[in-house]
């Protein structure tokens, strides 16, 4: 009797277990389709308080959405109080009245809403009611929806209809205004030429105005070495190469002088994408594209322009061969974000202004001050690594004599403070911690706030927070204490910040503080209850060892909503490889659609770093694909799934999946290619398989290039890197290749030598391509992740879906 019960409970813990582990079957397109990004857009609304700083006060205005409307307010610091810039339903009121279409408190519709004198708002309504203009143009009459102009007084909350009301049309884009606003220059055919701002107003009107007046100010731009806009104009048409277009050029304080960096690129070689939805035939796009390890390099030159004088001269920059530029500008004032006309400023004064020169394989970087009246530049502060530098803004204070420089030379980003002559006084911060930035410098307290993350023990080391601390290092300070992920919003002289902040498990707030630290009030809190309603679950956060059994990683679990511990699902990596960034989220976010979304399909949705991916740890986590930019990522990943699926029954290790795009494109394939019997299913999209033609500055700092110099002290470069279409031979499980045929980043020849590679191999795999798509897939989208969802569906869980519609898209 005992041997039968023993039998029996066997026999039944083994059925018991067995039943925790039933597959899915069965694809839940409905569950998915219900959390796509338009119906999650009308679900959940504002998740974080962008301030508009007034001009003169430390007071704010923002805007809040939430399901009972669209809300004004403005805040003021030195209170802590906030306040409704309007009452909506007395507004609501007045403004049906008077445009005399209906609305209510919860329906507004403000446009174009601008402080104006710090004491009063103006805003648009547009109305149903159509009415006859004259085309600005053609002369000729046109039909449009009449627009009414309102003021609103803050101090007496009046509400007041600006008579004969005309919408102003944006100032042109191309349009580089001088600081004292006298001087509007921009370029034409490759040269420079300048307006006043008269015809810059006349221009905003009417861009082909016969009265507009401009003058030429050189005579000798190419289209290979121009002035201005960059290569999108190289093969112009003669009527394109005659509109005015953006000069990139960078004002002295007192508006008599502009800097700008020249660009010779006819050594450059071109690259082709073909429109083939162009009408009424298909047209060729051509553009210059330097690739990794090619000899012909752009070549950069400083110059400098006097605009009384109308002379031009050349500063030498010489250091490297095929060395990049850059000129440091003002960051723009907070206070002056939102202005229509924003200044572009060198840092510095009339007598000087600064420059960054950086080698080709960015091993090296010089910090230099420019004299105007000198011919070439001086090295302030020299950086150098044995893989390469990154830099930030430098910050000046007290009157230029010292400047603020971001560095990682100590193996972790931190802040410096030199003289204005380039010597170091002093570390401002240190310790394995990574600044991010500077946000703000208080010269007369002699403090600097900034950013970093991996400073508070017991936390997610991707969570920023804001410091403060003295320039000598000293009282080191957290500003917005709490284990979440901030964003601090700080005003210009640093004494206020709204924080917004979150977790992937936690809703939004925003709240505001002062800088000393002290919330002073709460703001707001993101509205989920719609989501929530309909069956939204946060995600779950883990923290594992990479493949060297030391490095932490930490990563992002996306269940189905509907998840049952009873089952067994299929599991999908989405990654991004890095370096520049990894694909996991830090806060919450409503961005959801390649991992949320897809988990409701029946998956296990994961994302998680490697070693090599972050910036914001420290240079060797960072660093850690340095020539081996195609392998270096892929252990992690793996061993990221062999871990979860050994803690968690509700994973199966048998049926891993993986998807990405660009760099995950890139990384999704060689996943399946290096660990053909571990990945079984890859979506890649607009991927980089052959870094070898992908472009030269991202390829060449991640991976490396080696600088050759002769005896004759010629300088070459030679660069080689492992491809995805070398180890196609692999392949063993599902691949599905997805590209945009006009894709002008990550050219489409990347994807189709990977096709080639395959077809060589004589293996099986899929391929999509999405017509008239650059490299984010535009209107597509929304397609391609259906056609990702049915070929993960289809090959992990086995539910194939052969109807020709997509009723999830024609529902939307």
């Given at each position: 009797?005992?041997?039968?019960?023993?039998?029996?409970?066997?026999f039944?813990t083994?059925?018991?277990?067995?039943?925790q582990?039933?597959?899915?079957?069965?694809?839940?397109?409905?569950?998915?389709?219900?959390?796509?990004?338009?119906?999650?857009?009308?679900?959940?609304?504002?998740?974080?308080?962008?301030?508009?700083w007034?001009?003169?006060?430390?007071?704010?205005?923002?805007?809040?959405?939430?399901?009972?409307?669209?809300?004004?307010?403005?805040?003021?610091?030195?209170?802590?109080?906030?306040?409704?810039?309007?009452?909506?339903?007395?507004?609501?009121?007045?403004?049906?009245?008077?445009?005399?279409?209906?609305?209510?408190?919860?329906?507004?519709?403000?446009?174009?809403?601008?402080?104006?004198?710090?004491?009063?708002?103006?805003f648009?309504?547009?109305?149903?009611?159509?009415?006859?203009?004259?085309?600005?143009?053609?002369?000729k009459?046109?039909?449009?929806?009449k627009?009414?102009?309102?003021?609103?007084?803050?101090?007496?909350?009046?509400?007041?209809?600006?008579?004969?009301?005309?919408?102003?049309?944006?100032?042109?884009?191309?349009?580089?205004?001088s600081?004292?606003?006298?001087?509007?220059?921009f370029?034409?055919?490759?040269?420079?030429?300048?307006?006043?701002?008269?015809?810059?107003?006349?221009?905003?009107?009417?861009?082909?105005?016969?009265?507009?007046?401009?003058?030429?100010?050189?005579?000798?731009?190419?289209?290979?070495?121009?002035?201005?806009?960059?290569?999108?104009?190289?093969?112009?048409?003669?009527?394109?190469?005659?509109?005015?277009?953006?000069?990139?050029?960078?004002?002295?304080?007192?508006?008599?002088?502009?800097?700008?960096?020249?660009?010779?690129?006819?050594?450059?070689?071109?690259?082709?994408?073909?429109?083939?939805?162009?009408e009424?035939?298909?047209?060729?796009?051509?553009?210059?594209?330097?690739?990794?390890?090619?000899?012909?390099?752009?070549?950069?030159?400083?110059?400098?322009?006097?605009?009384?004088?109308?002379?031009?001269?050349?500063?030498?920059?010489?250091?490297?061969?095929?060395?990049?530029?850059?000129?440091?500008?003002?960051?723009?004032?907070?206070?002056?974000?939102?202005?229509?006309?924003?200044h572009?400023?060198?840092?510095?004064?009339?007598?000087?202004?600064?420059?960054?020169r950086?080698?080709r394989?960015?091993?090296?970087?010089?910090?230099?001050?420019?004299?105007?009246?000198?011919?070439?530049v001086?090295?302030?502060?020299?950086?150098?690594?044995?893989?390469?530098?990154?830099?930030?803004?430098?910050?000046?204070?007290?009157?230029?004599?010292?400047?603020?420089?971001?560095?990682?030379?100590?193996?972790?980003?931190?802040?410096?403070?030199?003289?204005?002559?380039?010597?170091?006084?002093?570390?401002?911060?240190?310790?394995e911690?990574?600044?991010?930035?500077?946000?703000?410098?208080?010269?007369?307290?002699?403090?600097?706030?900034?950013?970093?993350?991996?400073?508070?023990?017991?936390?997610?080391?991707?969570?920023?927070?804001?410091?403060?601390?003295?320039?000598?290092?000293?009282?080191?300070?957290?500003?917005?204490?709490?284990?979440?992920?901030?964003?601090?919003l700080?005003?210009?002289?640093?004494?206020?910040?709204?924080?917004?902040?979150?977790?992937?498990d936690?809703?939004?707030?925003?709240?505001?503080?002062?800088?000393?630290?002290?919330?002073?009030?709460?703001?707001?809190?993101?509205?989920?209850?719609?989501?929530?309603?309909?069956?939204?679950?946060?995600?779950?956060?883990?923290?594992?060892?990479?493949?060297?059994?030391?490095?932490d990683?930490?990563?992002?679990?996306?269940?189905?909503?509907?998840?049952?511990?009873?089952?067994?699902?299929?599991?999908?990596?989405?990654?991004?490889?890095?370096?520049?960034?990894?694909?996991?989220?830090?806060?919450?976010?409503?961005s959801?659609?390649r991992?949320?979304?897809?988990a409701?399909?029946?998956?296990?949705?994961?994302?998680?770093?490697?070693?090599?991916?972050?910036?914001?740890?420290?240079?060797w986590?960072?660093?850690?694909?340095?020539?081996?930019?195609?392998?270096?990522?892929?252990?992690?990943?793996k061993?990221?799934?062999?871990?979860?699926?050994?803690?968690?029954?509700?994973?199966?290790?048998?049926?891993?999946?993986?998807?990405?795009h660009?760099?995950?494109?890139?990384?999704?394939?060689?996943?399946?290619?290096?660990?053909?019997?571990?990945?079984?299913?890859?979506?890649?999209?607009?991927?980089?398989?052959?870094?070898?033609?992908y472009?030269?500055?991202?390829?060449?700092?991640?991976?490396?290039?080696?600088?050759?110099?002769?005896?004759?002290?010629?300088?070459?470069f030679?660069?080689?890197?492992?491809?995805?279409?070398?180890?196609?031979?692999?392949?063993?499980?599902?691949?599905?290749?997805?590209?945009?045929?006009?894709d002008?980043?990550?050219?489409?020849?990347?994807?189709?030598?990977?096709?080639?590679?395959?077809?060589r191999?004589?293996?099986?795999?899929d391929?999509?391509?999405?017509?008239?798509?650059?490299?984010?897939?535009?209107?597509?989208?929304?397609?391609?992740?259906?056609?990702?969802?049915?070929?993960?569906?289809?090959?992990?869980?086995?539910?194939?879906?052969?109807?020709?519609?997509?009723?999830?898209?024609?529902?939307?």
């Open positions: 009797m005992k041997k039968t019960l023993l039998a029996l409970l066997i039944f083994g059925a018991l277990c067995f039943a582990q039933t597959p899915v079957t069965k694809a839940n397109y409905d569950l998915a389709a219900r959390f796509s990004p338009k119906k999650v857009n009308k679900l959940v609304f504002s998740t974080a308080v962008t301030p508009n007034f001009k003169n006060s430390d007071k704010f205005w923002y805007v809040w959405q939430t399901p009972q409307g669209t809300f004004y307010y403005i805040a003021d610091p030195a209170t802590g109080i906030k306040k409704p810039v309007f009452d909506n339903a007395k507004l609501a009121a007045e403004l049906t009245e008077i445009v005399k279409d209906p609305f209510d408190a919860q329906n507004i519709p403000i446009m174009r809403l601008k402080l104006v004198d710090d004491k009063k708002f103006t648009e309504i547009k109305s149903t009611l159509d009415v006859e203009v004259k085309d600005e143009k053609t002369g009459p046109k039909k449009e929806k627009t009414h102009g309102f003021e609103y007084d803050i101090a007496t909350n009046k509400l007041t209809e600006i008579k004969d009301y005309k919408s102003p049309k944006p100032y042109p884009g191309w349009g580089n205004v600081p004292d606003k006298k001087v509007v220059l370029s034409k055919n490759f040269n420079l030429y300048y307006m006043d701002m008269d015809s810059f107003e006349k221009a905003r009107i009417n861009d082909e105005d016969s009265t507009i007046v401009e003058h030429q100010l050189t005579t000798d731009g190419t289209a290979e070495f121009g002035y201005g806009s960059g290569n999108s104009d190289f093969y112009a048409t003669d009527k394109e190469k005659n509109k005015r277009t953006g000069a990139f050029a960078v004002w002295s304080p007192d508006s008599k002088k502009f800097a700008f960096i020249r660009s010779n690129t006819s050594k450059v070689k071109d690259l082709w994408v073909v429109d083939v939805l162009a009424p035939r298909p047209k060729l796009e051509r553009y210059k594209y330097h690739m990794p390890g090619e000899s012909d390099s752009p070549s950069r030159h400083l110059y400098l322009f006097d605009l009384e004088s109308k002379s031009c001269k050349e500063i030498s920059t010489a250091a490297f061969k095929d060395q990049e530029l850059r000129i440091h500008t003002e960051p723009t004032l907070k206070k002056d974000m939102f202005d229509e006309i924003r572009s400023v060198w840092q510095g004064d009339v007598n000087k202004f600064y420059v960054t950086t080698s394989d960015q091993k090296r970087m010089d910090f230099c001050v420019a004299n105007v009246a000198a011919d070439s001086k090295p302030l502060v020299r950086e150098s690594l044995n893989t390469y530098v990154e830099s930030r803004n430098v910050k000046f204070a007290s009157n230029g004599s010292e400047f603020i420089f971001w560095s990682e030379r100590s193996g972790w980003a931190h802040l410096y403070l030199y003289d204005s002559n380039g010597k170091l006084k002093n570390a401002i911060t240190s310790g911690y990574h600044v991010e930035d500077v946000v703000a410098v208080d010269p007369a307290l002699k403090v600097v706030y900034f950013i970093a993350n991996a400073k508070e023990s017991g936390e997610n080391p991707y969570y920023t927070h804001l410091y403060r601390v003295n320039f000598d290092g000293s009282n080191l300070k957290l500003l917005n204490p709490g284990n979440f992920n901030h964003d601090a700080a005003s210009d002289n640093g004494k206020y910040f709204v924080n917004n902040f979150s977790r992937v936690t809703a939004p707030k925003s709240t505001l503080y002062d800088a000393n630290g002290k919330k002073l009030t709460d703001l707001e809190e993101a509205d989920l209850s719609q989501l929530f309603a309909i069956g939204y679950k946060f995600p779950e956060t883990f923290t594992l060892k990479a493949g060297d059994g030391k490095t990683l930490y990563g992002v679990m996306y269940k189905p909503f509907d998840f049952d511990s009873t089952k067994i699902y299929p599991i999908i990596e989405y990654v991004y490889p890095g370096p520049q960034t990894e694909a996991v989220n830090a806060a919450w976010t409503k959801m659609d991992v949320d979304r897809l409701q399909l029946g998956f296990i949705v994961i994302t998680v770093g490697n070693r090599g991916g972050h910036p914001a740890r420290s240079k986590y960072h660093n850690f694909g340095y020539g081996n930019l195609r392998n270096y990522g892929l252990e992690d990943k061993i990221a799934v062999e871990k979860l699926a050994a803690k968690h029954k509700f994973i199966d290790q048998n049926k891993v999946g993986i998807h990405g660009s760099g995950g494109g890139f990384m999704s394939t060689a996943a399946v290619l290096v660990y053909p019997d571990f990945f079984k299913v890859a979506v890649s999209s607009a991927g980089n398989h052959e870094n070898n033609i472009n030269r500055w991202w390829s060449e700092q991640h991976h490396g290039v080696l600088e050759v110099i002769t005896e004759k002290k010629d300088t070459t030679k660069y080689s890197i492992d491809r995805n279409s070398q180890i196609a031979k692999n392949l063993k499980g599902r691949l599905l290749l997805v590209h945009g045929d006009i002008n980043n990550v050219h489409p020849a990347n994807t189709i030598r990977m096709v080639n590679a395959l077809i191999a004589n293996k099986r795999f391929m999509l391509m999405l017509p008239g798509q650059r490299h984010g897939f535009g209107d597509m989208t929304e397609y391609f992740f259906w056609r990702m969802a049915d070929y993960f569906s289809e090959h992990l869980i086995g539910d194939y879906r052969d109807e020709v519609e997509i009723p999830q898209l024609n529902n939307d």
